[in-house]
């Protein structure tokens, strides 16, 4: 009986985290630059029909593989062109990161360990929003914790020869999706944490555990085929892709993202709120007791710990950062976070809970004077309008360590965690979808709404000195560059007629124009205003301006 009940708790408890996690998708508008640029490659891919090489603003893009965008123009096909259907896979990848999570939890710690873990994973505030947000790195993440979990799964003590043919299948074949999904990373953190492990615990057995040869012509089989038809027809891919993206970006300061070795500290310190606490007290206890468990080596502890520390160094020594780049630690530190919280009584649980309490109180503090600290005034507004969504975080955050505190006094640990979980993913997801309110300085889905029913088939459309990731997307329509380069540069020079160099050639092809649109910025706008070019304003929020050139005999504006 009491069997039954905890299946019926579970299946409710899986329902209603699928209800929360997929029920808000569409509720923001996508912003830019990630977001808009992803949604818009698929796009073009759904709408050209070409799934083999990616395209943005209608020109060569190959900085990434292609998996996100056929899954993301595949649910454009299906569903429509909607904020939600840009979102769903990653979406999808998030949510089937903690079940993957939940069951190898369960197979390598223990049945509660893995419930934990997944609690854990599904309510931090980083992957909350990272599993919302469409972005390329939590396809990444699925797929290297899919392949993590393999290989632990199939280098356990307890094995058996079924179990480790199984595992390592898996994990040849998420290389192969993690590869597909951000290109070499996806083999380089693997194999770098397999190395690093065999190297610390003087463990070479398992080298010949790892199926090289079938795995190998998995992994080609799955990865290989698109990197060879691109090439094909693509020629100037493999330079631009193997080492421009990876080698050049990793080593030097190319694409403009640098940043302290201490970059990814706070990401990781506030991505894990509200469980701060817990994955200190985690990481302190596997490096007290190095990752021993009755004396014997806790082999997938060690490789999860391995995995984390890498991970995370690996990016910090990077030319190159962004904040997402650290995502794939997150599933790792759960499921060791998963197996400590299954060793705590509920007592020792209180303990590491409540801190989160003072931080968020201390949160309220911040909340209440963060708005006037910004120096946009277009931005001051916005903020003071959404730190009302951070109150309520905040309260839920509350909620949730007052009912975690009091389910531990009554020593119900499964309750005080089940609840707890609840309540931080509902705050996340309140801290997250209140951050639309900066949608009219972020995206251009106003503009797009108003600019739409003006335009009519093969009036240009001209983008001067400057992009907006979302409106190609929001408008269902490419624009014509003037003037600009960045990340479209290398495009360019494969398909140079696909842009305008200067804008002296813009003017001349604005007055040549019968009809036309133009994206600028106010300062540009008014520049060219002031030189005679005829403009009437069709949009202006004080961040963009969109102009369409005056019908003949209509006064300009």
Known sequence: MQNNLSKWALLVLLLWALTAWFGTLDYRKLTGPDEGRYAEISREMAVSGDWLTPRLNGIKYFEKPALQYWATAAAFKIFGFHAWTARLWTALAGFLTVLVVWWSGRKLFGEAAGNYAAMVLISNLYFVLMGHFNALDMGL????????????????????????????????????????????????????????????????????????????????????????????????????FFIREHVLRYATDEARREGPIYYFVRILLLGMLPWIVVMLDTLWRAAKRGNREDGKLDRPALILLIWTIFVFAFFSLSRSKLPSYILPIFPALALLMGRRLAALDASELKARIMPVGLIAVAGLFFIATAADYAGDPVSRPLLHQYAYWLYAAVAVTLTGVIYCWYQSNNGRKLAALTGFSAASLVASLIALNGHNTFAPTMSSYDSAQIVRPLLTPGVPFYSVRTYDQTLPFYLNRTLTLVDYRDEFGYGLKQQPELAIDSMDDFRLRWAADEQAFALLKPNDSETLRSQGLPMEVVFNDGTRVIVKKPAAGHAQL
């Not at 480790?164 to 070499?184: C, D, E, I």
């Not at 397999?194 to 190297?199: P, V």
């Open 141 to 240: 993440t699925l797929f290297t914790t899919l392949a993590l979990a393999g290989f632990c799964f199939a280098q356990r003590e307890d094995v058996t020869p079924q179990e480790q043919k199984l595992g390592m299948r898996l994990t040849w074949v998420a290389m192969a999706f993690a590869v597909l999904s951000k290109g070499l990373i996806g083999i380089v953190l693997p194999g770098a944490t397999l190395i690093l492990y065999s190297l610390l615990a003087r463990d070479w057995v398992l080298w010949r555990r790892l199926s090289i040869i079938p795995g190998m012509l998995i992994f080609l089989a799955i990865a290989a085929p698109w990197f060879v038809a691109v090439s094909v027809v693509n020629p100037e891919f493999p330079w631009f």
